[in-house]
């Protein structure tokens, strides 16, 4: 059974800096591809970013295009959201998913904003940005 533990949240003031990750156990991640989603109270769960199981593409939320970057590193099962000039209102619990892949096609290109696509779900680490 694949499992995430987020970590590298925390309290910071508006224009600093984040690195979150998303630490894999039970199963390698090389098949997934694997999406950051963020919650703030009363508002739905949305797409931040996103990597394909091979890392070739990635997406990006508008609102934080520019701002966040979205890698991975297979040997360590791990992957990573940077989040530079962060905002008051990227403020949210920050979760990581994962969807399997189960073409070529997939593996290389696949990847998604929607919360519905991904099954394995992490725990969730909050990020605060106040001054």
């Known amino acids: 059974q694949l499992q995430f533990v987020e970590s590298g949240g925390g309290l910071v003031q508006p224009g600093g800096s984040l690195r979150l990750s998303c630490a894999a156990s039970g199963r390698t991640l090389d098949y997934y591809a694997i999406g950051w989603f963020r919650q703030a109270p009363g508002k739905e769960r949305e797409g931040v970013s996103c990597?394909?199981?091979?890392?070739?593409?990635?997406g990006y939320a508008d609102s934080v295009k520019g701002r966040f970057t979205i890698s991975r590193d297979n040997a360590k099962n791990t992957v990573y959201l940077q989040m530079n000039s962060l905002k008051p209102e990227d403020t949210a619990v920050y979760y990581c998913?994962?969807?399997?892949?189960?073409?070529?096609?997939?593996?290389?290109?696949?990847?998604?904003?929607?919360?519905?696509?991904?099954?394995?779900w992490g725990q969730g680490t909050q990020v605060t940005v106040s001054s």
């Open positions: 998913a994962a969807h399997r892949t189960p073409s070529p096609h997939e593996y290389s290109y696949y990847r998604s904003l929607n919360h519905r696509d991904y099954t394995n």
């Open positions: 990597i394909s199981a091979s890392g070739r593409t990635t």
